[in-house]
């Protein structure tokens, strides 16, 4: 009695009290008391019958289901037989609720009672039978807390298998029932509006038991129960029952009834027809056709009926394609839910789809052509932005919804209206593009090609004649693609970008996806008029703003793959200009101008000649230079490095209209990470520059000297001297600016291999410099013998030393990775230079610490996993640097190759 007492006297506190302090500490001391084994009596004492307080008996009811679910395993079987039969009797003494349900701590009660029920073995089904035979008094109040078991009971069953993960064996008994519960179910829903709720609810919960029922079963066995779960769909003004029958309905459909094929047994095929004739019925009494051609939202109702009405056709998808006509109204019920709003016709794309698996001559005549014409105007509508849109703050459609519908759900639909549609399809999206149609009009048409630019390059392939060498219907359709592609980019190449930035978007990707189409090949005379067009458009848009992103990347896609009819020395120099103004623009994000500048060094990489290619590269390299000049002052040294004084940054007086010493330090303080990423941007748009110069050839037997891109290095060294001596200090921790460096260096490296040997000591100054700056450490280093030496030794010491002084070396696992495969590359292809380094002690220590550790983790997990109560496996997993560091020890160790002598450690 006293700790009922504090029990309800803190749950007073806690809901009731004006204090912060005291509801605080009443939920400390209820979170604690729950945890006791006092907690079950004093629960247990506050649900029964005699206590008044409604909200006090809910709370107590749900501690004790809270309790059950975490420590019913610590109760012997007597405590649990009689708090079993405590709780049931506090369930049936608690007051109802309206209209005879049960009260929310008698709902409460049965989630408690079937929570145990699921933890012990036959008590499941001894509570199934408990509350059928309560069912049996047809009885308003015993019958709604009947349900209400019947339904936690098996709610609880389903959570607590996909808990274990698999069905028990031992609920076959329980599931032997779902008949009885079923036709209890169906006498007990004709008694009230919420009793039929709570009926369909537990149906839904019985059927995802798995128990044998599918919509043959229930149409033969427990038809009024089915009539009224379709009759509810229509119910007026109750939208939680429109859920409730739409809920039952999905289960039925979905989880426990396979779809039902061509050859189902006639009494499936009955049931099929039957429901189909029902849903026509109640498509009239919902007034379906009016609602949805109204163009208004749909509301609840309407959607679960919509929705249950899908998830029906879907599920006999496979019978409709082979109707005699009895399905036929069916499917104009799913066409005018395809013209429906959005989460409408979403809802119809999956019968849509899944009618493509049956062959079209095994269909009825009307699902074959005569149908996708329909379909094809419906979604080509529905793909079309509304005549009045102007922008997605004002419109009422949801962005992310009409672009999910859009490229997940109509063009999937649309695709299978080509296929089976041909010339008359490409016919549509012509008439789309014809007069002066609307932009919305014509960005639809754009998307669309766009959207199934895979299927239509995939007809442009195929053979142009049948089997008899006679021109085919596949050569029909490849002249008309050929014939509306040919216009819509004639008038593209003509296009100034402007208006609608959705427009912009879809011309954008719709170039970038036909950029191969754009070069195929033509006459000898022709000039590349429309390639040069669309290339022209894309800087424009780039440019204008619109869709930057999208027109660099479709920039990028021309360049790839028309390089070779682009890159002629006149049209290239011509182009180079307002790319490289577009790629120094600050206005613009830099992947936009990388991409741009990576897309141009394609094409100078393909120019005719080498002396061509170096002047093209100056070009690109020119302005980045200029900038990186310009910024590099203004990046202070790091940790201590020596800059040349004609490049250290000025002070500044304030005569000049900048701010004081003061101010400007501050000022630089807070701007000096946005300089680094510009340093590093700059650095970038230089290593994108040549990036694809590997494919210049010097001719004539010339050095690498002579190659373009050493020239172009030449002339970007001072500054590229510079730049490991700035940046990457603790004001600016992410080290960009070193990281682009490296890169750019990397791609040297590729382009011009051996040649850059005479620039090989400095690059490996800067490369050591970067990579033993402190903050720098987690960045990666790649790697004459003296420069060499003495750079793969600082990267050593520098590895060696932070691994000594870290507890958590598997940080930084790519580090360690790079760091032992390049040694293991020093002991393959010079084994004398590593092994003669004096920390090569230190370098073997650190390699054997890496595998030691691994091996203590892994005996930590076996030690953790035998001694748990599941004593499950645990998998073992090889850390990837761990690989590298065996790899480099086998080697080390193997005693073969020159330097034994220092292997003997």
Known sequence: ?????????????????????????????????????????????????????????????????????????????????????????????????????????????????????????????????????????????????????????????????????????????????????LCALQALAPLSSSMCIGCLRALQAWLALNAGSSLASLYAGQGPLLAATLNALAAVNNEPLNLAAADALGELLTSTNSPLPASAPRGARDAAEAVAAQFGVLAREVRLAELLMSGEPADDRLFYFCRALCAFAERCVDLVAVTEGS?????ELLLLCAGGELRVAELSIDFWVGLQDTAVAQRHERLRAPLYRRLATLLLDKCTLPADFTSWDEAAEDEEEFRRFREQSALEVLGACLSLLACEFVGQLQAMLQGSPPWQKLEAALFVLRGLHVQIKGALRGSAADGEGRPSAAAELQAALNQLLGFVFGQLAAWRPSGATLLVESAMRLVGAFAKWLQRDEAPECDCALLRGCLRLVLEAVQAGGAPEHAA????????????????????????????????????????RLTLQEALARLVGAAPSPAEAEQLLHALVRAPCEQLAALLPHLPPSDGASVPPETAPRASDGSDGSRGSGGEASATAASTQGVEEAVATQLALIGAAIRFSDTIHVGGGGSCAAHP?????????????????????????????????????????????????????????????????????????????????????????????????????E?????????????????????????????????????AACVAHQAHQTHLEHISATSSATSRRVARQEFQHTRAAITFLCLFLSGADAGISNREL
């Open 327 to 331: 399905l036929l109204p069916l499917v």
């Open 709 to 809: 891109v050493f020239a172009v290095l030449s002339y970007c060294w001072p500054l590229l001297q510079d730049a490991p001596r700035r940046g990457g200090h603790a004001a600016t921790v992410n080290g960009v600016s070193s990281q682009a460096l490296l890169e750019l260096h990397g791609r040297a490296m590729g382009c011009l291999g051996g040649g850059l040997a005479p620039l090989l000591p400095s690059i490996l100054e800067q490369i050591g410099t970067t990579f033993c700056r402190r903050p720098a450490i987690e960045l990666y280093g790649e790697s004459h013998e003296a420069p060499l030496s003495d750079t793969l030794e600082r990267f050593v010491d520098a590895v060696c030393g932070w691994l000594a002084s870290t507890a958590a070396p």
């Open 811 to 847: 940080a930084e696992p790519e580090l360690l990775s790079a760091f032992f495969e390049l040694c293991h590359r020093c002991l393959v292809f010079r084994p004398q230079l590593l092994l003669s380094l004096p920390c090569v002690a230190s370098l073997f220590d650190a390699a």
């Open 1 to 181: 009695m006293a700790h009922a007492t504090n029990l309800r006297q803190a749950y007073a506190l806690l809901t009731a009290s004006s204090s912060e302090a005291e509801r605080r500490a009443a939920n400390e001391w209820l979170v604690g008391f729950a945890k006791t084994a006092e907690a079950w009596g004093a629960a247990e004492e506050l649900v029964r019958p005699s206590e008044a307080a409604e909200e006090v008996a809910f709370f107590a009811a749900n501690l004790l289901y809270s309790k059950i679910k975490t420590e019913w395993h610590t109760l012997a079987d007597a405590p649990r037989r009689q708090l079993r039969d405590a709780l049931w009797s506090a369930a049936c003494g608690r007051p109802s609720g309206g209209e005879g349900q049960p009260g929310p701590a008698a709902r409460r009660l049965c989630l408690a009672l079937a929570a145990a029920a699921a933890r012990t073995e036959g008590l499941a089904e001894e509570s199934t039978r408990l509350a059928l035979s309560l069912a049996a008094a047809a009885d308003a109040v015993q019958g709604g807390l009947a349900v209400e078991l019947l339904g936690a009971l098996a709610n609880e069953v389903v959570a607590e298998e996909e808990a274990t993960g698999a069905a028990s064996p031992g609920r076959s008994g329980l599931r032997a029932l779902a008949p009885a519960v």
């Open 553 to 592: 990347e479709a920039f990028r896609a021309l360049c790839i793959h028309g390089r070779r009819r682009l890159a002629s020395a006149a049209y290239l120099s011509e182009l180079v200009g307002p790319c490289t103004a577009l790629a120094g623009s600050a206005a613009l994000a830099s992947s936009v």
